[in-house]
T-cell receptor
Framework: DTGVSQNPRHKITKRGQNVTFRCDPISEHNRLYWYRQTLGQGPEFLTY????????KSRLLSDRFSAERPKGSFSTLEIQRTEQGDSAMYLC???????????FGDGTRLSIL | QKEVEQNSGPLSVPEGAIASLNCTYSDRGSQSFFWYRQYSGKSPELIMF????GDKEDGRFTAQLNKASQYVSLLIRDSQPSDSATYLC???????????FGTGTQLKVEL
């Protein structure tokens, strides 16, 4: 049984560039969540999917952010025109349904130069 | 007022002692409560979850929930140096199952 997989583990990019992260959830999990965590803080909710439907987006998710889960399996999170404030750990989690606990991947650490 | 509050610590306990971690939440409609452990530079790892008032035990860990007081705690018995980490309290309120986290309590277990 593989856990939640995220790629890449680390991403360093220049301000203004676009970046895309990928998350592969646990295979039978219908729910997929994205969170962002900065140093000294708990993770903050960004968005979540039930199968391929994106059901909720946080106000933290500006127009520069977009997430997809096209076939209800893996998901991508894209950030356009990156800014210094986007530097954070981006965490993906999945759960079997809307009640069961969420399990996190190892995260993608984004550094904006 | 923050939605989920935790003392940031550090909380230092000697090896073998009981560590008590506390969390309060503001939304009375909160339904589910979780404790995650996070080592430095790593992602959160689920330790315990509790849905009903009372205690829930799993090995050395006990989660305690008091909805009337809007309080949830985590007890770690026989604390080990490997328990040294940040413990995140998370709450689900309303639909969607999105987690709202506290800022975490840093636990240090000293030899």
């Amino acid at each position: 049984d593989t856990g939640v997989s995220q790629n890449p583990r680390h991403k360093i990019t220049k301000r203004g560039q676009n970046v895309t992260f990928r998350c592969d959830p646990i295979s039978e999990h219908n729910r997929l969540y994205w969170y962002r965590q900065t140093l000294g803080q708990g993770p903050e909710f960004l968005t979540y999917f039930q199968n391929e439907a994106q059901l909720e987006k946080s106000r933290l998710l500006s127009d520069r952010f977009s997430a997809e889960r096209p076939k209800g399996s893996f998901s991508t999170l894209e950030i356009q025109r990156t800014e210094q404030g986007d530097s954070a750990m981006y965490l993906c989690a999945s759960s079997l349904d809307g009640v069961q606990p969420q399990h996190f991947g190892d995260g993608t650490r984004l550094s904006i130069l | 007022q923050k939605e989920v509050e935790q003392n940031s610590g550090p909380l230092s306990v000697p090896e073998g002692a009981i560590a008590s971690l506390n969390c309060t939440y503001s939304d009375r409609g909160s339904q589910s409560f979780f404790w995650y452990r996070q080592y430095s530079g790593k992602s959160p790892e689920l330790i315990m979850f509790i849905y009903s008032n009372g205690d829930k035990e799993d090995g050395r860990f006990t989660a305690q929930l008091n909805k009337a007081s809007q309080y949830v705690s985590l007890l770690i018995r026989d604390s080990q140096p490997s328990d040294s980490a940040t413990y995140l309290c998370a709450v689900v309120a309303g639909g969607g199952n999105k987690l709202t986290f506290g800022t975490g309590t840093q636990l240090k277990v000293e030899l």
